[in-house]
């Protein structure tokens, strides 16, 4: 097809194409270059050429990324800071609300992630609450990045937290209440004295964060639109190429994934230190 057939911006997105690289509806061919944006991380030539292959996106000259999240590298740090502040302000303060507050770090686990993405919509939505406001101010969420994120967020940030809290309650603030008498200041006191003997529990709580980013489905699928080389994730094209009965597409993309989901795994066991000797 012509240029005048790529995906524009505010296109709605088309459901019933698959990357067999044929609209499934007419039988025309696609845009092979359209296919290869699937999803944020580039994952290494060595995997990317046979995975191609697989999925059936573009033959050897053209490029395949998958579209894992929206920013790997951002949506990792805003969940480890996020964790880690909730983990600090509930073993390291007092506070009314401080129940509260533990419940809501849990709250994730007990709602389903569609219900998370269905009030999102009825924050951001063109209709939400905040819907008007930020229409007038051209700002998007749903539908666009920026909810995919708040969704992410939502449904991983506990796994830091959960990791970290046990932790420092049973290293406990001798250490750091003797820093503070010899001069250290609070940050000096945190980089070099609390942040070391949390530095596994933080990493491990990354590691589970980052495997339930990467399998995340429903209040993606809510908030995201599925908009094709614009909101669509890695498992929104698992679930829509199996729908297309385009079983190839699907599992190549799924193999990534769990490709993507070991390697990290058997990294984080392998450079973990054995007992005693951290």
Request: hydrophobic fraction near 45%.
């Amino acid at each position: 097809q012509g240029p005048e057939s790529r995906f524009q911006p505010g296109d709605r997105p088309q459901r019933g194409v698959g990357l067999s690289g044929r609209d499934q509806r007419d039988g025309h061919p696609r845009d092979t270059g359209q296919l290869a944006d699937l999803g944020v991380a580039p994952i290494t030539d060595g995997l990317l050429q046979p995975a191609g292959e697989v999925l059936g996106v573009g033959g050897g000259d053209v490029p395949v990324q998958l579209r894992l999240w929206p920013d790997p590298r951002a949506d990792v740090v805003d969940r480890a800071l996020l964790g880690l502040a909730a983990a600090w302000t509930v073993t390291k303060f007092e506070f009314q609300g401080k129940t509260l507050l533990m419940a809501l770090i849990d709250l994730p686990f007990s709602v389903s992630p569609v219900v998370a993405g269905l009030v999102y919509v009825l924050l951001f939505g063109a209709q939400g609450l905040f819907g008007y406001w930020l229409d007038a101010h051209n700002i998007k969420i749903i539908f666009a990045v920026p909810g995919i994120v708040l969704a992410t967020i939502f449904v991983s940030v506990p796994f830091v937290a959960r990791e970290v809290v046990p932790t420092l309650r049973e290293i406990g603030d001798d250490q750091e209440q003797a820093a503070r008498t010899l001069g250290a200041s609070g940050w000096q006191t945190f980089w070099r004295i609390t942040l070391p003997s949390i530095r596994w529990a933080v990493i491990y709580g990354v590691v589970l964060t980052t495997a339930r980013c990467l399998g995340e489905f429903g209040a993606v699928a809510v908030v995201s639109g599925s908009i094709q080389g614009k909101t669509e994730t890695a498992t929104l094209r698992v679930d829509e190429e199996y729908q297309n009965l385009n079983y190839a597409g699907a599992y190549g993309i799924s193999l990534v994934l769990a490709a993507i989901a070991v390697l990290v795994l058997i990294t984080m066991t392998v450079s973990r230190p054995k007992e005693g000797s951290a």
